[in-house]
């Protein structure tokens, strides 16, 4: 058996080149048999090709004898998978990259002609223009990128040079991914970027819902809010074949119950017929959308609570999958607060001997609604309201919300500008707004020098469209 084992390692380090084999493994291969030398080349091919395919766990590996691509293994970068590689470049090479103020992780298989590197660039807090800022320009600004041609990657906007080398796009908000190719490798520089799959292509968790299943073949698109008086927030996904999906979030007065929601639908969503009908348990339709005379989409939409509904839309081709899609559609684990909290944001700081008052108070508006806790000793008292909706992003809704209160700008303590109020009843109190929620602090006369430590004690959780 030694010498079975020693010409199988050996075999195996001229197959493999400077690869690690697990120990122990040709022997677990061979164990027990007692064959020819013919039996055991056969061994010793079958090692080499398990060593190739598992040796070296989250690269690729490629041996290529025939000139034709090897099948590959997804390959993580930073979170995103590789799908497809040329064959025979052997194990990546990882080291940190930087570029226009973004960090980020690339991998690079061979060098000179024979390069091919993958590069993941992310920072959640950059929204837009990442692309350009990696090639060292300035988004909006194309006299900043000479040399560089607009392309398309997936239906997203892209950038790359005439040689075909390189290729720079913004997958989402906060991810922008790079592939570099040698002379050799240009013909698989699309392949290369087609191949690239983010983690949790399905787009996360996304305005209290976790999105579990989505179609193949379909790419998220960045969510965006529509600002109205009826607004609402949308997540899509888009294919190549023009295959598409519209996930909606409505807040408010416009999702009071079933039918309002189906009334707003009607409106602003192009609805043509609808069959009431429990989507995921809750009261909602069943749904065409287009015009009279010929129906375009699918639709399903429910009332998940007073105050919020969702609306799912596909078109034609996509039919028989909506019902899975919406299946898909999970319930998100809130994100932990330390402390008590008030819908998922947490109240880090109350003055002490206030006890939280049962029962949460809720309020609608046109395209935003609100919870309200309390905090009281008997004659203190402490409001903490937080605002959601699509509207958010607009300035009118902020009139509506603070209507009969005195208004004064100030900054807050944080960087972010504020609006100190005082109701009728001379609660002093201080709003602000990011892009996720608005809150709204109140407190008695007595605890007015509380106030600005209360603030600086609430915690707004990261965005909700990211896992």
């Known amino acids: 058996m030694p010498n079975i084992e020693n010409e199988l390692r050996l075999a195996m380090v001229e197959e493999t080149s400077a690869l690690g084999v697990p120990p122990g493994l040709a022997h677990r291969v061979v164990q027990g048999a007692n064959r020819g030398r013919r039996a055991r080349r ?14 070296v766990p989250g690269y690729l590996v490629v041996a290529d004898r025939s000139g034709v691509a090897s099948p590959t293994q997804a390959v993580g970068v930073d979170g995103v998978k590789v799908g497809y590689l040329p064959a025979g470049l052997g194990a990546p090479v990882l080291a940190r990259a930087d570029a226009g103020g973004l960090r980020g992780t690339g991998a690079t298989w061979g060098s000179g002609d024979d390069l091919v590197r993958v590069t993941v660039y992310q920072d959640p807090a950059f929204h837009v223009g990442g692309a350009e800022r990696v090639l060292g320009g300035i988004k909006g600004a ?17 950038f790359t040079r005439a040689e075909g080398d390189d290729l720079v796009w913004e997958e989402r908000s906060g991810l922008v991914l790079r592939v570099t190719v040698g002379a050799r490798h240009r013909d698989d520089l699309r392949r290369i970027a087609d191949g690239l799959i983010p983690k949790d292509p399905t787009g996360g968790v996304f305005q209290g819902l976790r999105v579990t299943y989505v179609p193949p073949g379909l790419h998220l698109t960045d969510p965006f809010s529509v600002i109205d008086r009826t607004g609402w927030t949308e997540l899509g996904w888009s294919g190549d074949d023009g295959a598409s999906i519209r996930l909606l979030a409505v807040r408010g007065v416009s999702a009071a119950d079933a039918e309002t929601l189906l009334t707003w639908a009607r409106t602003r969503q192009n609805l043509y017929t609808a069959t009431p009908e429990k989507v995921r348990g809750k009261p909602g339709y069943r749904a065409d959308g287009g015009g009279r005379g010929a129906s375009h989409t699918q639709m399903r939409l429910w009332l998940e609570k007073p105050g919020l509904g969702y609306v799912v839309e596909v078109n034609q081709g996509l039919a028989t999958t909506l019902d899975r899609i919406v299946e898909g559609l999970i319930p998100a684990e809130p994100p932990s607060t330390s402390g008590d909290a008030v819908d998922h944001v947490a109240v880090a700081y109350l003055p002490p001997g206030l006890r939280r008052v049962a029962g949460e108070t809720a309020r609608l508006g046109k395209g935003w609604s609100a919870k309200a806790g309390r905090w009281s000793d008997g004659s203190r008292d402490v409001e903490v309201t937080v605002v959601r909706g699509a509207v958010l992003h607009g300035s009118q809704w902020v009139d509506e919300f603070l209507r009969g209160v005195k208004r004064e700008s100030v900054r807050t303590g944080r960087p972010l500008m504020g609006i100190r109020t005082t109701d009728p009843d001379g609660r002093r109190g201080i709003f602000f707004e990011n892009t996720e929620v608005a809150v709204h602090v109140k407190v008695d006369p007595a605890l007015a020098d509380k106030l600005d430590k209360i603030i600086l004690g609430i915690r707004v959780p990261p965005l909700s469209y990211w896992p």
């Open 42 to 55: 056969t061994a010793v091919a079958l090692v080499a090709a398990a060593v190739l395919a598992a040796a």
């Open 142 to 158: 194309p006299e900043t990128l000479p040399g560089v041609l607009v392309a398309k990657v997936r239906g997203r906007g892209a």
